[in-house]
C-alpha cells in the first residue's frame, strides 16, 4: 500500500515534471515549488482572506480577465483549473458584481473545446463595441500548442449576467507569423479605436530578444493586421506578458475610457517582466500619426521603470468604469506558501482589492488608492489624534488584528536628525530595507506598523519609513520585512522577501508620511504617501489565531514621530458567493 501509494506520488511528480518539459516549458508561468510538511488545517483555514477576492476553491492565476463594466454590472473573469489549487487545464472562470467587493460566482465562461484553444484558454482583455456590445479577445493554445488570439461574444445579450459565450468558428483571428515565436504571442489588451476609426489592440511579445507589446488593426474587430511597428519595444528586458494601454488625464482623478486621445491627456503603457515575474509601467504620449507610444523615460535598465506595487503583485489589468467615471486597476497576489500547502487549502492565489489609479499632480507617475467600495466594510472604528510616538512599542488595543484598514499619519515636525543617504544606494531599496531593518536605529526611523503580530512579537510584519538627507532634501524609504529578523512566520519554508521604494514625495514641503494598510489574513496591501507606492505581501503566521493578531505602532528611532491621524477598523467579511437573484442592478 505504501510503496505504491509512493510510485503513485512518483508518477505524478513525474507526470507534472514532463508535461512541463514537453509542452509547457518555454511558454507560461508554472510553478513547481518546494514541497513541505502538510501544514495543519486549522492554520491553513486562517489564511484564507475575508474581503479580497476568491473563487469558492481551486487554482486561481488570477490574471484578471476581460474586467468590465456594462449596463450595472460588474464582470470579472480570471484564469483557473476547475479541478485543482495548482496550474492546469485553464479555463476562464466567471464572477459578477454590483459594487467590486461582493461577488456572485458563475458558470465557467470559455472552455477550452475547439482546435483554437483546445490546450488552453489564456488571458485575454473585453471591449465594449459601439451599441453597448461587448466582445473578448483571448489567447488560445491551439491544437499545435502555439499562442493564437481569438474572439468570443455573448451567447445571449439580453441575459443582464453575459453568462454565456460563444466562440465563432472563424477563430483564431491572429497567428504567429513573420518571426513571431509561438510560445510568445499572447495576452491581447482592451481595444482602441484611432481617430480613423479603425480599432487597435496590442498584444505581448519578445521579439529577437526584445520585450514587445505588438500593435495589430482591423476596422471591424474581426479581421486583423499587424501593424508595420510594435506599439513599443524595449531591449532592456525578455517577454513582455499581459500589456495594458490607457489614457490618464493630465489633470484631475476621472479615468477615461480607453479610445481618449488628445492633448489633455497620457499614456500609459503596462508590461508583466516574466523575468522578474513583476508590473511595470512607462509614462509617454501615444502618437497616433505613427501609431507607436513614445516613453517619456526609456531608460534601457528596466529597474528604472516605475511600477505599481513593489511587492507581490503580476498581471495586473485596468479597465474603464464608465458608472464611476474611474480607471480600475486589478492584480493577481499569488501564494508564498508551498504547492503541498496550496493542495491542504484546496485554493491558491487571490486579487488585490481594486485601486482606482489617476496620474500624480506632478505628472511623473501615478498613484493608486483602493475603491471607496471596501469602506462599506469598516466596523468598529479605533481612533487617536496628536500622539506623540517615543521610541517604543505601543499597541493599538480593540482592533480586530487580522482583518483590519488602518490609515496613519507621521508628522515630522523637524528633519534635522536625518542620517545622511549614500548616492550609490539609490537602485537599492530592498537591500537597504534588509540592512537597515527595524532594528536599527536611525536619526529618523524606523517608525510604522506591526501587523499580524502573535502574543509575544515571535510573528510579526513590519512596514516602516525611514529618512535619509540627499545633499538638500529628504528621501523617503518605505520597507515591508517579512524575513526572519522581522519573522512573519516561523514556518522556515516559506518565501519570505523584504521590499522596499523610495517614495517620489516633497517631505519638507508635505511635512507627513501617510500609510494605509488593508490587513486581510495572509495579505498585506500597503498604500505609502498617500498612494504614490505600493507594496503587497503574503504572509502565513503559524500562531495565527483570529483572536490574538495584534496591532503596534513603532518608533525605533531617535527622534519622536507625531500621529497626527490614526484611523483603524475591523473589516467585515465580504459576500463572496451571492445568488443572482440577490444581486440589485442599478444602471
Ligand atoms: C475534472 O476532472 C474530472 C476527472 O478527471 C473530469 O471528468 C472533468 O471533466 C474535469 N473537469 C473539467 C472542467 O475539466
Ligand atoms: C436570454 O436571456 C434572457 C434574460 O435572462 C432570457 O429570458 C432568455 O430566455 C435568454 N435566451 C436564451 C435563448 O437563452
Ligand atoms: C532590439 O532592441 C535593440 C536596441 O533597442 C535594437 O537595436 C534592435 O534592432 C531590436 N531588435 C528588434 C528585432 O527589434
Ligand atoms: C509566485 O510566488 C512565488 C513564491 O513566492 C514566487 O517565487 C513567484 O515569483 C511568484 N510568481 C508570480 C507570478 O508572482
Ligand atoms: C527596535 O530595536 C531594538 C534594538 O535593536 C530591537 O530589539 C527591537 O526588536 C526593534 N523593534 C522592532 C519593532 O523591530
Ligand atoms: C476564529 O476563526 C475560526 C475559524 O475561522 C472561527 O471558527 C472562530 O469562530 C473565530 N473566532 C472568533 C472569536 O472570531
Same mark, same amino acid.
Not at 481569438?150 to 445579450?157: C, E, K
Given at each position: 500500500m505504501a510503496s505504491s501509494c509512493r510510485s503513485c506520488l512518483v508518477w505524478v511528480l513525474c507526470f507534472f515534471l514532463c508535461r512541463c518539459l514537453v509542452f509547457v516549458e518555454p511558454s507560461r508561468r508554472?510553478?513547481?515549488y518546494p514541497q513541505s510538511q502538510e501544514i495543519s488545517s486549522i492554520v491553513s483555514k486562517q489564511y484564507r482572506t475575508a474581503y479580497h477576492f476568491q473563487p469558492p476553491k481551486n487554482w486561481i492565476n488570477a490574471d484578471p480577465n476581460g474586467p468590465m463594466y456594462h449596463n450595472g454590472v460588474y464582470h470579472l473573469f480570471y484564469q483557473y483549473n476547475p479541478n485543482s489549487s495548482v496550474w492546469g487545464n485553464i479555463h476562464w472562470a466567471h464572477s459578477v458584481s454590483t459594487d467590486l467587493i461582493n461577488w456572485a460566482p458563475l458558470d465557467l465562461a470559455i472552455h477550452p473545446t475547439k482546435p483554437f484553444d483546445i490546450n488552453g484558454c489564456w488571458t485575454g482583455s473585453a471591449?465594449?463595441?459601439?451599441?453597448?456590445?461587448?466582445?473578448?479577445?483571448?489567447?488560445?493554445?491551439n491544437r499545435d500548442n502555439q499562442q493564437v488570439q481569438?474572439?468570443?461574444?455573448?451567447?445571449?445579450?439580453s441575459d443582464p449576467f453575459l453568462r454565456e459565450w460563444t466562440k465563432p468558428d472563424y477563430n483564431p483571428l491572429m497567428t504567429p507569423s513573420d518571426g513571431i515565436h509561438p510560445d510568445m504571442f499572447r495576452d491581447p489588451t482592451t481595444g482602441w479605436r484611432g481617430a480613423d476609426g479603425h480599432w487597435r489592440v496590442a498584444?505581448?511579445?519578445?521579439?529577437?530578444?526584445?520585450?514587445?507589446?505588438?500593435?495589430?488593426?482591423?476596422?471591424?474587430?474581426?479581421?486583423?493586421?499587424?501593424?508595420? @511597428?510594435?506599439?513599443? %519595444?524595449?531591449?532592456?528586458?525578455?517577454? #513582455?506578458?499581459?500589456?495594458?494601454?490607457? +489614457?490618464?488625464? !493630465?489633470?484631475?482623478r476621472e479615468g477615461l475610457d480607453t479610445s481618449v486621445n488628445s492633448k489633455d491627456v497620457r499614456h500609459v503603457l503596462k508590461m508583466s517582466l516574466m523575468e522578474p515575474q513583476s508590473d511595470y509601467y512607462m509614462l509617454g504620449t501615444y502618437d497616433e500619426t505613427r501609431d507607436i507610444f513614445v516613453p517619456d523615460n526609456a531608460a534601457d535598465d528596466y529597474r528604472m521603470w516605475l511600477r505599481y506595487d513593489y511587492g507581490k503583485f503580476y498581471a495586473s489589468k485596468t479597465f474603464f468604469d464608465a458608472k464611476k467615471k474611474r480607471r480600475i486597476l486589478w492584480g493577481w497576489?499569488?501564494? @508564498?506558501?508551498?504547492? %503541498?500547502?496550496?493542495?491542504?487549502?484546496? #485554493?491558491?492565489?487571490?486579487?488585490?482589492? +481594486?485601486?482606482? !489609479?489617476?496620474?500624480?499632480?506632478?505628472?511623473?507617475?501615478?498613484?493608486?488608492?483602493?475603491?471607496?467600495?471596501?469602506e462599506s466594510l469598516r466596523r468598529n472604528e479605533v481612533h487617536l489624534h496628536g500622539f506623540e510616538l517615543t521610541t517604543g512599542l505601543h499597541?493599538?488595543?480593540?482592533?480586530?488584528?487580522?482583518?483590519?484598514?488602518?490609515e496613519v499619519d507621521f508628522e515630522l515636525p523637524s528633519l534635522d536628525r536625518a542620517d545622511p543617504f549614500d548616492p550609490t544606494r539609490a537602485m537599492d531599496a530592498p537591500k537597504l530595507c534588509s540592512q537597515e531593518d527595524a532594528s536599527v536605529r536611525g536619526g529618523i526611523g524606523p517608525f510604522g506598523l506591526l501587523v499580524l503580530a502573535s502574543e509575544n512579537l515571535e510573528e510579526h510584519t513590519a512596514i516602516f519609513f525611514r529618512v535619509y538627507r540627499e545633499q538638500n532634501t529628504a528621501?523617503?524609504?518605505?520597507?515591508?520585512?517579512?524575513?526572519?529578523?522581522?519573522?512573519?512566520?516561523?514556518?522556515?519554508?516559506?518565501?519570505?522577501?523584504?521590499?522596499?521604494?523610495?517614495?517620489?514625495m516633497d517631505l519638507e514641503k508635505e511635512r507627513k508620511i501617510s500609510l494605509r494598510t488593508l490587513i486581510d489574513h495572509s495579505v498585506i496591501e500597503n498604500f505609502g504617501g498617500k498612494g504614490r507606492a505600493c507594496i503587497t505581501a503574503r504572509v502565513y503566521p503559524e500562531l495565527f489565531l483570529n483572536t490574538s493578531s495584534h496591532l503596534y505602532l513603532f518608533n525605533n528611532g531617535s527622534s519622536s514621530v507625531m500621529i497626527s491621524r490614526f484611523q483603524s477598523w475591523g473589516m467585515a467579511k465580504a459576500h463572496l458567493n451571492i445568488k443572482l437573484k440577490d444581486l440589485v442592478i442599478e444602471n
Open positions: 508554472v510553478f513547481l471591449t465594449i463595441l459601439p451599441g453597448h456590445q461587448p466582445v473578448i479577445l483571448y489567447t488560445g493554445m481569438n474572439i468570443a461574444v455573448p451567447g445571449n445579450l498584444l505581448g511579445a519578445e521579439i529577437s530578444g526584445n520585450g514587445t507589446a505588438l500593435l495589430y488593426k482591423s476596422e471591424d474587430f474581426v479581421r486583423w493586421q499587424r501593424a508595420d @511597428s510594435p506599439l513599443h %519595444s524595449s531591449s532592456a528586458s525578455g517577454m #513582455w506578458e499581459c500589456p495594458d494601454f490607457f +489614457p490618464v488625464p !493630465i489633470e484631475g497576489l499569488n501564494e @508564498s506558501d508551498t504547492e %503541498s500547502d496550496d493542495i491542504a487549502k484546496g #485554493w491558491a492565489g487571490i486579487q488585490i482589492i +481594486p485601486r482606482k !489609479i489617476w496620474l500624480d499632480s506632478r505628472g511623473r507617475q501615478l498613484v493608486q488608492w483602493p475603491i471607496e467600495e471596501v499597541e493599538i488595543k480593540g482592533v480586530k488584528g487580522s482583518q483590519a484598514d488602518v528621501k523617503v524609504l518605505m520597507c515591508s520585512d517579512q524575513r526572519r529578523q522581522s519573522r512573519s512566520s516561523l514556518r522556515p519554508e516559506l518565501d519570505k522577501p523584504v521590499y522596499g521604494v523610495f517614495l517620489d
